[in-house]
């Protein structure tokens, strides 16, 4: 069955460095996003990503985020100076066109601490 | 803008009986809805969506969902709980029609079986 991958599963970076963290969406799907669920908060929309370029953002998705998809499948979620509050857990969704993409498959997520 | 809220953070139930988990969302337009699952350090897995048609929906691992626009409530349930149903449950909604499909997510209810 196909499915979304993240790595890493986990990351530590000090306060201020810059992150990067990786998913491969699902090979035929057309939608990309990124979410993300501080400890014990709700799941949060960060992202939505369609033909190359960035469809809806949140409040959170500021400046110092960025997404990029690199080559065919890959789908980057960039943090330029990480804080500390910027600790979560971290989940990639993609989801297919017409109404396939009502249904997001996510991710296994990638739990960032900054330290 | 969509907000969903789900009424308990957790719920204790022992194994083979019914449980519901509630929730309610509210929005200015028309919404699809939608129920995640997250078992421990796993991504969150689809068991239902409600897009239109009939208000009752089936899911997977015997749990089904039914709509109810008057009361803009969306409860899961299942008849008889198995230890393996332990895991945290996610009601979500995303705006129609849809340009990126974004969820909007509750807190989530931490459903636990009782053997």
Not at chain 1, 15 to 43: A, D, T
Not at chain 1, 60 to 68: A, G, K, L, P, T
Not at chain 1, 70 to 81: A, E, Q, V
């Amino acid at each position: 069955e196909p499915e979304v991958t993240q790595t890493p599963s986990h990351q530590v970076t000090q306060m201020g460095q810059e992150v990067i963290l990786r998913c491969v969406p699902i090979s035929n799907h057309l939608y990309f996003y990124w979410y993300r669920q501080i400890l014990g908060q709700k799941v949060e929309f960060l992202v939505s990503f369609y033909n190359n370029e960035i469809s809806e953002k949140s409040e959170i998705f500021d400046d110092q985020f960025s997404v990029e998809r690199p080559d065919g499948s890959n789908f980057t979620l960039k943090i330029r100076s990480t804080k500390l509050e910027d600790s979560a857990m971290y989940f990639c969704a993609s989801s297919g066109g017409g109404t396939r993409g009502t249904e997001a498959f996510f991710g296994q997520g990638t739990r960032l601490t900054v330290v | 803008a969509q907000s969903v809220t789900q009424l308990d953070s957790q719920v204790p139930v022992f194994e083979e009986a019914p449980v519901e988990l509630r929730c309610n969302y509210s929005s200015s337009v028309s919404v699809y809805l939608f129920w995640y699952v997250q078992y421990p350090n796993q991504g969150l897995q689809l068991l239902l969506k409600y897009l239109s048609g009939s208000t009752l929906v089936k899911g997977i691992n015997g749990f089904e969902a039914e709509f109810n626009k008057s009361q803009t409530s969306f409860h899961l349930r299942k008849p008889s709980v198995h230890i393996s149903d332990t895991a945290e449950y996610f009601c979500a909604v995303s705006p129609r029609p849809a340009g990126s499909y974004q969820l909007t997510f509750g807190k989530g209810t931490k459903l636990s079986v009782i053997p």
